[in-house]
Structure formats: C-alpha cells, structure tokens
Nanobody, 121 residues
Framework: VQLVESGGGLVQAGGSLRLSCAASGRTFSSYTMGWFRQAPGKEREFVAQ????????FYADFVKGRFTISRDNAKNTVYLQMNSLKPEDTAVYYC???????????????WGQGTQVTVSS
C-alpha cells in the first residue's frame, strides 16, 4: 500500500488549503481512510476519518466546522479541505489507512510521507 500526500504549503491565518492523498496497492474503496498531524515537539494526533463508502465521517473537536474530509473512490484519493486555518494548525499532515477492510479501525497501519502545512499569523 502506498499513500502519497500533496497540497501542503504556507498560508495566512484565516486561509484555506486542500490536501490530497493518492492511494495505490489495493482496493481503495474497501478501506476507511484517516488524516493525522504532528506539530514540532508534539505527538501525532488524529484529525479526521472517513468510512470506505464515504457516508460516515468523524472529526477531532479542534477541527469541527473548519475541516472537511472527503473521498473519490474512482480516483483512489482522499481529501482534507481545511478552512479558517489557525497558526496552531501548523504541522505535518499524514494520511493513513488500516489493514482491515470495511471497518472503522482502532489503529492505522499504513502511512504516507506527510505534507507540511504552515499557517502564519
């Protein structure tokens, strides 16, 4: 399984970015997908996840109302639309996938290389 993130960059506070994660190596449409982030000096934290059908999503409290996760199973891609960005959103963002298909996972096993998001004040 390969996961490749893109779309990070430098943005001013209040701005928007859309991250993409292209997946390959197995049937993308059978797996829940997740986004995580890790800020300097902090542990990696959960951001959002979306079920394999796209009908169920779940967000960390700190991004509710600002970020939206979506997927296009025809393109094997998951997205994270980030609006109203804050300096504290600065982190490396990772997409992740579990081993087990058609479940809401307790852990994620495959990770991308990450994409840097920097929000200036």
């Amino acid at each position: 399984v390969q996961l490749v993130e893109s779309g990070g960059g430098l943005v001013q506070a209040g701005g928007s970015l859309r991250l993409s994660c292209a997946a390959s190596g197995r049937t993308f449409s059978s797996y829940t997908m997740g986004w995580f982030r890790q800020a300097p000096g902090k542990e990696r934290e959960f951001v959002a996840q979306i079920s394999w059908t796209g009908t169920s999503t779940f967000y960390a409290d700190f991004v509710k109302g600002r970020f939206t996760i979506s997927r296009d199973n025809a393109k094997n891609t998951v997205y994270l639309q980030m609006n109203s960005l804050k300096p504290e959103d600065t982190a490396v963002y990772y997409c992740a996938a579990p081993v087990v298909a058609r479940t809401i996972p307790k852990k994620y096993d495959y990770w991308g290389q990450g994409t840097q998001v920097t929000v200036s004040s």
